[in-house]
Structure formats: structure tokens, C-alpha cells
């Protein structure tokens, strides 16, 4: 199955776009956390946020 194209675009409502990124975030931050324990390796992740906030 072949999935169709995905325009990136801004999400204008500043509540639904905080929550987006913590999803996002989180999302990332577990798969990180799975790659170091699978792999037995260290994994750095830098998140910055809207305002330039590194997490």
C-alpha cells in the first residue's frame, strides 16, 4: 500500500500545537530510550522548542 503525499503546515491554534509537541516529543524520547536499550548504546537527543528552549 502506498501512502499519499503529506503537506507539512503550521498548526495555527498555539494549545493544539503545544500538545502536538509533547506527543511528538514523547514519541521521540521513547524510541531513543528503546534504541539505547536494544542496541546497548548511548543516545543523545536535543530538543529545542517553539521558543528556542532546549529540553
Do not use: P, W, Y
Not at 17 to 34: I, M
Not at 37 to 50: E, F, G, K, R, Y
Request: aromatic share 6%; proline share 0%.
Amino acid at each position: 500500500m502506498v501512502r499519499g503525499n503529506f503537506v507539512m503546515k503550521r498548526i495555527e491554534n498555539a494549545a493544539n500545537r503545544l500538545v502536538t509537541f509533547t506527543k511528538r516529543r514523547n514519541g521521540l524520547l521513547k524510541k531513543a530510550f528503546e534504541l539505547s536499550v536494544l542496541c546497548n548504546v548511548d543516545v543523545a537527543v536535543i530538543i529545542s522548542s517553539q521558543k528556542r528552549k532546549t529540553l
